[in-house]
């Protein structure tokens, strides 16, 4: 089915670990987006891309980082997990030619919890 | 500081009676987005206006905007019980390095059967 898939779904990581998400879309859309919802807050844009190899910081990139080196797919790093990253991940995509047309495609979020 | 505040924070109505949600911005928007989540799911998108638009429909769902006060409302009429979820705005700008989509914080919608 075409749409957004993030891996993994849940995740429990030890305080120092690391960790990359990854999220995949096959609709050929230029823009990703990584968010993070915690209770209360929204969704927070961590860092995003409007192309293959480009990326650029959000509203609360610190302690993260991505990688577009495929128009498929995001990757989100977390170098040196920290319980203040424990929070719901949501990936985005959406076309530049319908931008301002349509909403975007979300995936269906991964749970990370770093104890 | 996240672009968008909704108002109010949590809503309970009867089955049948309208809501009304609303969002305020901040800054110049190309437009603006209103999102359902249901509980541990997802976000689905639900309507898009652009900033030279003032008012559009989509089945049961109203939505205004206003760009001199920043500001947009969504109507949702005859509510049911599946509608009950969390309602986000979400305004998007385009910038040097594209284009960004931020959120406000969201209203609770709970309709009572």
């Known amino acids: 089915n075409a749409g957004v898939t993030q891996t993994p779904k849940f995740r429990v990581l030890k305080t120092g670990q690391s960790m990359t998400l990854l999220c995949a879309q096959d609709?050929?859309?230029?823009?990703m987006y990584w968010y993070r919802q915690d209770p209360g807050m929204g969704l927070r844009l961590i860092h995003y891309s409007v192309g293959e190899g480009t990326t650029a910081k959000g509203e609360v990139p610190d302690g993260y980082n991505v990688s577009r080196l495929k128009k498929q797919n995001f990757l989100l790093g977390l170098e040196s997990a920290a319980p203040s990253q424990t929070s719901v991940y949501f990936c985005?995509?959406?076309?530049?030619?319908?931008?301002?047309?349509?909403?975007?495609?979300f995936g269906s979020g991964t749970r990370l919890t770093v104890v | 500081s996240q672009q968008g505040e909704e108002d109010p924070q949590a809503l309970s109505i009867q089955e049948g009676e309208n809501a009304t949600m609303n969002c305020s911005y901040k800054?110049?928007?190309?437009?603006l987005q209103w999102y359902r989540q249901n509980s541990g799911r997802g976000l689905v998108h639900l309507i898009l206006i652009r900033s030279n638009e003032r008012e559009k429909h989509s089945g049961r769902l109203r939505v205004t905007l206003d760009t001199s006060k920043k500001s947009s409302s969504l109507l949702i009429t005859a509510s049911r019980a599946a509608d009950t979820a969390s309602y986000f705005c979400?305004?998007?700008?385009?910038?040097?390095?594209?284009?960004?989509?931020?959120f406000g914080q969201g209203t609770e919608l709970s309709v009572k059967p």
């Open positions: 609709m050929n859309h230029e823009y």
């Open positions: 985005a995509s959406t076309a530049l030619r319908i931008v301002n047309l349509l909403g975007y495609t």
């Open positions: 979400a305004t998007f700008t385009f910038y040097n390095q594209g284009g960004k989509l931020i």
């Open positions: 800054t110049s928007i190309n437009n």
